[in-house]
């Protein structure tokens, strides 16, 4: 069992920048991908960015560039540095993991980020 806290969600104007945090406790070690999705108000929850245990990352296509997910192996922690926010990027962002690709994966509690217009 892996469990999930996100933290660093907060209200940020246009052209901002937050980072997300995600501290992972439990079966750490077998862990093989971690990401983060989001979910707006009445929107359904949509992948922002996934990185494996080999550092291979994946990015939806409206955060690339502006968007950059790593880990720290030694902190059990995944982060998502997040800049040049814009309105469309608030939602509630989840800290995922997963062993694998087949397996199920775990959530986090979830962290509010809002851009104001």
């Known amino acids: 069992q892996v469990q999930l806290v996100e933290s660093g969600g907060g209200l940020v104007q246009p052209g901002g920048s937050l980072r997300l945090s995600c501290a992972a406790s439990?079966?750490?070690?077998?862990?093989?991908?971690m990401g983060w999705y989001r979910q707006a108000p009445g929107k359904q929850r949509e992948l922002v960015a996934h990185i494996t245990s080999g550092g291979n990352t994946n990015y939806k296509d409206s955060v690339k560039g502006r968007f950059t997910i790593s880990r720290d192996n030694a902190k059990n922690t995944v982060y998502l540095q997040m800049n040049s926010l814009k309105p469309e990027d608030t939602a509630v962002y989840y800290c995922n993991a997963a062993y694998s690709i087949t397996t199920v994966s775990f959530w986090g509690q979830g962290t509010q980020v809002t851009v104001s217009s």
């Open positions: 439990g079966s750490i070690f077998k862990i093989g991908v």
